[in-house]
């Protein structure tokens, strides 16, 4: 194996209130996995207020941290400080198209086969996948609608909301990582490719000095069924590096949203998600 | 009166008679009992049972307003040789099931056998995700089953569709009884009825035993989403009669993962959760975030192992009508028995052939929908209409994962009390099974539910149906499977807890 890119993480995201909340319900899926191009040294979630934690793995193996605030609160703050290193994967010889599709394989990962509601697509965004799929290398049609969908749909933050549809964001033509993801999955698994949504960071140099602290981001990228699975970041425009750290996978958003709650109390106001890391070797 | 046979011209069984003049031997004495009635004498006693039903509250919403669910005065009569045979297909079956679940929500040993496809449970809506890692202490999920039954031209029962997510109807059965036990004693002395009223004592023991291990003296308590629910009634009765607590989301709370109910003497821990809430509406955090009858926080709880959600969350993955084509693969494969009862002959329109088939000649089936209930959404082929048929066909072409078609079976008939005369109509029947974790038990009889219009097929209450009490003769060379209940353990009984409830928010997400 290649040399290991180690990482500090610390994340930090949160809301105030205008008031007070209280009986707040919440899961954060914030903690990196351990997994073979990547090993979690350590890891851990601070909340404010501070009150019991408890943690579970859920079906897609992500890490959930539950926790319930019932007092009185301004403001509630949730932070997770994890050290991982990191490997670069190396591309695998891809299974042709007739294994691809092979009853075996279709029903496996059925569930990365269908649509939801956050990655249908209809229209005109379908035109050319019969072209990608003459080809006959899955990993360059992998990379044909990966670079597609980065060349229609423009990185703009605020273009659309944490809600929002892969069709709402082809609509628009514009988004943010999470909405590329899902319309480049939406058009992986319409021409029968499993894939899935995965949550994560991205430690944006290319060439980081050790001990140097730069603000990285709450990152979305794809994974895909070819024999293996197989990251591409289309946002980015790259193969998953080992500059892309793993939190958990999904069918979509949904499945693994960094942190999800309800509360009864007036609005809230996000905080503005921190995400910081530091080279450690 | 004369109770006559009537022929069916759809060739229905006949329940009460072989051939013309000939009653079937175990509805003799019946038969020769109601023919000593003036009509007269009848429809006084019939009016005598609909208004104890409706003085008691036993009622069920029908488009938005309460009405009596009809008791017809005749009943239906199971011998305890058929019961002993049916009640043991039962059980199979809910232990099949159990089994089915627990791999579903576990290893998934079914899909690696390749004896059912893995899509067939991923496209279920619901398959419940959150209920991975939920591990019933007793391995208890179903802890009330409703297995609908029906009885074909040749007089085979077979099964229609399993219920296991929260079944309802079995206050009926204990309502119809106490009815027609005060309007017809002297039947009563004439024949040897297996009792119903052991019913909440059993429910009781089985959640008892599904409890938390480290809960000490586990308290029980019925969750119902309110007055307005259509089995509302059921909710107090069975409470009542298991000397619990009936509680709404309100009322309950989720502090670290253990839950509370409010009290005026402050909060106490609860253990077993008999919910009567579905899925959808249970917990805001992991469900519908707009409900108002849930309980934030209960399924992370459950997770936790500090409450019992009874049945669990996830069961409507069993029932689903697709997923009932397997039952009996099931059979073999977990029990390794050979199934005591048959299916309805199903197709699945996912398999192309079958599909074309169906497709081919609609008018020859009946199709539905795989998560309807209630008779929701059934179409009767040859009572369409062409329009309907035209539109069945495209909604299946469009997704035949969401549809089953099924042989018309013609369901057997019962001579039934209507208008002022006695004449034959559809019925069906809904045992209960109560799985306690050891065995699982059978309601002796169950609800048989009746088609009141004449040639009518659909039972539902909601459809306008009605219902009969149901009777298993007690015949003492048959042994009764666990003829003796339990001595029941009753929870001590709380003042009524203080009313206060708030919206949820959701909070914003990350992007």
Redesign the interface.
Known sequence: MSESLGLSIRHH?G?TYDGVAK?????ARMTPRSLGIQQVQSSKIAVRPV??L?T?????GSIVT?F?I?ETHPK?EVESISQVDSWAATLETPLGWNDLRSERL???F??FL?PTDRTALVGAVMDDIDAWQKLADVHECVEAASNFVRGEVFYV?GA????ATAQEAWDRRKG?C?DITHVTIGLLRAMGIPARYVSGYLYPATEPLVDDVVEGQ?HAWVEYFSGSWTGIDPTNGVRETERHIIVGHGRD?D?V?????????P????LG?VVEIRRTH | MGVVFEGDATGAWNEMFSAPGQPRPIYERLLADLNAYQPQELRLRSDQLSRTLIERGVTFAHSGEERPFPLDLVPRILGALEWDRLSRGIAQRVQALEAFLADVYGPGKI?DEGLM???VI??SPHFC??A??ITPPNGVRIAVAGIDLIRDEHGNFCVLEDNVRIPSGVSYVIENRRAMTQAFSALFSDHRVHPVDSYPSRLFSALLAAAPRKAVDPVIVVLSPGVHNAAYFEHVLLARMMGVELVEGRDL?????HVYMRTTNGERAVHVIYRRVDDDWLD??QFR?DTVIGV??LV?AA??GNVVLSNGIGNGVADDKLVYTYVPEFIRFYLGEKPLLDNVETYRLEDAEARAEVLGSLAKYVIKPVDGSGGRGIVIGHHATKTELRSLHKAIVASPRSYIAQRPVALSTHPTFVGDAISPRHIDLRPFAVNDGEDVWVLPGGLTRVALGEGELIVNSSRGGGSKDTWVLNDESIPFRGAVPPASHRSRRYPPPPRQN??????????
């Open positions: 995201t809301f009986a707040s319900y919440n899961e009150i019991p408890s579970h793995v859920d079906y897609f539950a319930d019932q509630l279709t029903d496996r059925s569930e269908l933050p659309t909301t944490v809600s943010v999470q709450s958003y499945d949203p960094p942190l999800k709650g309800i509360y009864q109390g609005e809230s106001t996000q998600v | 899909f496809p893995r899509a991923t496209s995700r959150a991975f890692g709370v989720c502090r670290s993962n805001p955090l975030p934030a926080g992370n997770r936790a708030e919206e949820y928010v959701a909070q914003k997400g990350e992007q």
